[in-house]
């Protein structure tokens, strides 16, 4: 039963830039091992990764092990849901832990009932598309939910390479979107990729391999939000680079 206060966007936007680290990467036998890690390196998010087997050719992990990621931190748990039939899964998600849930507007096209959906179950609406799903498909809803995420791979597997046609995306839903939507990035964010996606406007970095395939992960996260702090657009944060370190490894 999820019993964990709803966070407030708000608040999560005073932090922007932040990282959000996706479990898809984590070392399940050692689950509670790496949020520890994650929330010691300062993590205010994680990105849970939901596959149908269906809309994506992959597996991944279901609701008992939202439960047991519920049980075992208060982070606020963004769940990216790859399912064909999302709605009839909203309730067990939410009930399990979800405080945001994703859907895809490929399986979505007029995502609004399931946004009323999602809110009544007290949690929070997001809409993700595909690299090749043409941003006009996402524009008209920009500010009908709290977090839009757009792919910079096909979704499905961790350690892909990161696709740039996600930068001009980002850039029309900055344009958009109004100052108080989480503006998404999933798949293939490193070192090399974050400084252009904050660029183009992104707020809230999903980063899987990148950050917990690496051997220091306080480390590491620290480098990944310092990277995303320098390219904000318009940065307001300068005094958190205090908070920052200089010697993150690569
Ligand atoms: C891919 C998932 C991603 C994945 C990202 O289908 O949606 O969240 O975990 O992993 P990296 O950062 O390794 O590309
Ligand atoms: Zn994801």
Request: with cysteine; charged share 20%; net charge negative.
């Amino acid at each position: 039963m999820n019993t964990s206060p709803l966070p407030s966007v708000s608040s999560l936007l005073r932090g922007v830039p932040l990282i959000n680290p996706s479990l898809l990467a984590a070392d399940f036998a050692h689950l509670e091992r790496d949020i520890r890690s994650l929330e010691e390196a300062g993590a205010e998010i994680l990105h849970l990764d939901i596959m149908d087997g269906h809309f994506v050719p992959n597996l991944s992990f279901g609701i008992p092990v939202v439960e047991a990621i519920r049980r075992a931190t208060e982070l606020p748990l963004d769940v990216h849901l790859m399912l064909q039939y999302p709605e009839s899964y909203l309730p067990v998600f939410r009930k399990a832990g979800a405080d945001f849930l994703s859907i895809h507007i490929e399986v979505a096209p007029d995502p609004r009932p399931m946004f009323d959906t999602i809110r009544r179950l007290g949690a929070i609406p997001g809409l993700v598309s595909n690299p090749p799903t043409p941003v006009e498909t996402v524009l008209p809803f920009a500010n009908d939910c709290d977090l839009i995420l757009t792919m910079s791979v096909m979704p499905g597997f961790g350690g892909q390479s990161f696709n740039p046609v996600v930068l001009e995306k980002i850039r029309r839903i900055r344009e958009v979107a109004d100052d108080t939507r989480l503006i998404s990035v999933d798949g293939g964010v490193g070192a090399e990729t974050i400084a252009a996606v904050a660029a183009a406007g992104a707020n809230l970095f999903v980063t899987g391999t990148a950050l917990l395939g690496h051997p220091d992960i306080p480390a590491q996260f620290q480098l990944l939000r310092r990277l995303a702090l320098q390219d904000q657009p318009s940065t307001n944060f300068a005094d958190a680079t205090a908070d920052v370190h200089n010697g993150g490894s690569q």
